[in-house]
């Protein structure tokens, strides 16, 4: 066991981190690059894109720790058999799901847009889970995962904060992980979506998680791996 301190809101807490993982969702080239499906719809994509660096730097401890990586990626099948019709069938139909998008089929498995983006790309070893919802819980075998793992805690980065960061925080909070939600590696298009996507998972003393930053997990898993010697 290899307990670290992270500083958090509402309040610090210890954790053992040979039983944490981190969550990186749906940081894909469709929803974060120019000239992708978010922007084509309008959106500032440089909101998301702030949160690549944060990201980047827990991705780096986390690595430097061989600690559990998964990734998760929101898309569909080709033939749209896993995509519910009131989902396919929102907004405008040249820019619905399966339409052709900027970078191939929008929210299709196997086209560019769905890939991640280079800074954050899974190496050999990490999981990508796949999902057709908006939680990483959902129709997905992330939770025989995390069990088989014996995870405890989470860190849970991506976009966006208040879709599907926090549909999946929700979900882990069910089924008894504890979250550690890092607040400069999420984003949304809507600002203040952000904000109060956070103040509801911190609310009442932590009713859905915690909330830090990338700086005070990245220092945490350092300083954790240093004293006790373990590295990947």
């Not at 929803?31 to 894109?49: I, Q, R, S, Y």
Request: with cysteine.
């Amino acid at each position: 066991m290899v307990r670290a301190t992270i500083k958090a809101e509402p309040h610090p807490l210890a954790i053992d981190l040979d039983r944490a993982a981190l969550i990186i969702i749906d940081m894909q080239r469709d929803f974060l690059e120019p000239g992708g499906f978010g922007a084509a719809l309008g959106n500032d994509v440089t909101l998301l894109a702030a949160a690549i660096g944060p990201c980047k730097a827990v991705l780096d401890a986390a690595r430097a720790r061989g600690m559990l990586v998964i990734h998760t990626r929101e898309g569909h099948r080709p033939d749209l058999s896993d995509a519910p019709p009131l989902k396919v069938e929102r907004g405008d139909p040249a820019m619905r799901i399966g339409a052709r998008g900027p970078m191939g089929r929008i929210l299709i498995r196997g086209e560019a847009g769905h890939d991640i983006i280079a800074a954050l790309y899974p190496i050999d070893g990490e999981p990508v889970i796949d999902k057709p919802g908006k939680g990483a819980f959902y129709q997905t075998d992330l939770e025989l995962m995390l069990r088989n793992r014996g995870i405890e805690t989470l860190f849970v980065c991506g976009v966006t904060t208040e879709i599907c960061v926090n549909t999946t925080v929700r979900e882990a909070n069910d089924r008894g992980f504890r979250c550690i939600v890092l607040s400069d590696c999420c984003a949304s298009y809507f600002p203040q979506f952000h904000e109060i996507g956070l103040a509801m998972i911190k609310a009442q003393g932590g009713i859905l998680g915690w909330v830090s930053d990338a700086a005070s997990a990245a220092a945490a898993i350092y300083t954790a791996t240093a004293k006790s010697g373990r590295a990947a």
